[in-house]
């Protein structure tokens, strides 16, 4: 698969820079709290257009994504589900005859796993491209899905409220959306009453981290707590060819764990679990990381500590 990076959708930070680091030291090295204050409003500006510079971003990794994501074993195999749900499967359950929604479903494998085990879905993601490429690949392989393309904040209008059995979302989703609440706040509308929400997604405590540094420690290099996000350039993406992609800019947003649980609890939903998870589906700190289990997911090699790569919430509307 060939994933790195400590979120799904961007790779090791010695790829990557941040406007923080490199715009405000650099103007203040030049002696003038002018230049800091101009290098400040590029970063704010930046940050607000973080929808058209993540889309672009994301549209620009489709066509790389479309040489890999498995999809020759979603096309050889009518049963084949991605590594993502069957990871999920026995925490999940049963999903047959549920109406499921996917919000930030990119090219739709997951969506397309959902659909395998039963569920009548619909898809939701940002990206024009990533869901003309989900589209093509659902009719391709003979499932009918409703894919939609629209901000998540979106979703209720586009969808429809009260309308899901559950909503399905995660591996390098929350990271995308500026502010856990009002996205807790649109999950608790899609779901009809006694729906729920499932999400597994990287770990807030990994999203701290640098790079690994020669002598093994583990640094914080970036927010724990939700901010107003940081701007980043990486030229390749961590799935498919390795062809560099075309948009290479995008802004990443950090939740803490208590951000997350109370953005639930303020959405109306009931916390039905928590767990932390000592692996994920893509490599996220390089050497430091080994395969792991029968997925091959990866999680810290021995020697290293142990920490959290990822976690799954699950959570109730009230029925
Ligand atoms: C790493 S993928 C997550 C999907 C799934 N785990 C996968 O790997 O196929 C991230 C997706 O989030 C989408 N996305 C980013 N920001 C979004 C937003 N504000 N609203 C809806 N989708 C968004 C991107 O377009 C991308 O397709």
Request: aromatic content about 10%; some cysteine.
């Amino acid at each position: 698969m060939g994933r790195a990076g400590k979120v799904a959708g961007y790779r090791g930070s010695h790829n990557i820079s941040s406007d923080a680091e490199r715009l405000i030291p650099a103007a203040f090295e030049r002696g003038s709290i002018l230049n800091a204050r101009r290098a400040r409003g590029t970063l704010r500006r930046a940050m607000a257009d973080y929808i058209a510079i993540n889309r672009a971003n994301w549209d620009s990794r489709v066509p790389v994504h479309l040489t890999g994501y498995e999809l020759a074993r979603f096309r050889g195999d009518p049963a084949f589900l991605s590594g993502v749900v069957r990871f999920d499967l026995p925490r999940l359950g049963d999903v047959r005859g549920q109406r499921g929604v996917h919000l930030q479903c990119h090219i739709g494998t997951d969506t397309i796993s959902l659909a395998r085990l039963g569920a009548t879905m619909s898809g939701l993601d940002l990206s024009p491209a990533s869901i003309a490429a989900a589209r093509a690949l659902a009719a391709e392989l003979g499932h009918g899905i409703e894919f939609v393309e629209r901000d998540v904040y979106g979703a209720v209008e586009a969808l429809g409220a009260g309308r899901f059995d559950f909503v399905y979302t995660g591996i390098g989703a929350l990271c995308w959306l500026p502010d856990v609440r009002r996205w807790a706040r649109v999950v608790a509308q899609l779901l009809r009453p006694g729906g729920r929400l499932f999400i597994r997604d990287g770990h807030p405590f990994l999203h701290t981290l640098s790079d690994p540094r020669p002598d093994g420690v583990l640094a914080v290099q970036f927010p724990y707590f939700e901010t107003e996000g940081t701007h980043y350039r990486e030229e390749r993406t961590y799935e498919g060819d390795g062809a560099p992609v075309g948009s290479p800019e995008m802004v990443f947003f950090n939740h803490g764990i208590a951000e997350m649980l109370d953005a639930v609890r303020a959405a109306g939903l009931e916390l039905q679990g928590f767990e932390e998870h000592e692996s994920v589906p893509w490599n996220p700190l390089g050497e430091a990381c080994e395969r792991f289990g029968e997925l091959g997911e990866w999680r810290m090699r021995p020697g290293m500590p142990r920490i959290p790569m990822s976690f799954t919430l699950q959570a109730r509307r009230p029925g």
